[in-house]
């Protein structure tokens, strides 16, 4: 009896399911997105603004300032100073150690 009360719930579920996916199937498919709506939307993404890559850019002035143009020839560039690097070192750590205060990293 507990075999027949199996099946027959089994067959109740196959046949909600079976209604269900009917359903499901005769819902109408999703309109595509218009190209000018997607322009649109490229158009208002060009517009907000950027964020500041402060590290970045302090990074590239330090390489400016510590490696100038070589001129035409075999020379090679200077090799910045230990201090530099270590106080490059230093400004770095402090930035990372502010990301992590602030759950960036």
Do not use: C, D
């Amino acid at each position: 009896e507990k075999l027949k009360l199996q099946k027959e719930y089994s067959r109740q579920i196959k046949e909600y399911n079976m209604k269900n996916l009917t359903v499901v199937q005769r819902l109408p498919a999703k309109a595509q997105v218009s190209s000018v709506s997607r322009q649109k939307a490229l158009e208002y993404a060009k517009k907000i603004p950027r964020p500041k890559t402060f590290i970045a850019k302090q990074w590239e002035q330090e390489v400016k300032e510590a490696l100038p143009q070589a001129p035409a020839g075999p020379r090679l560039p200077k090799i910045p100073s230990l201090e530099s690097l270590w106080s490059r070192h230093e400004k770095e750590k402090e930035a990372v150690a502010a990301f992590e205060a602030l759950h960036i990293l």
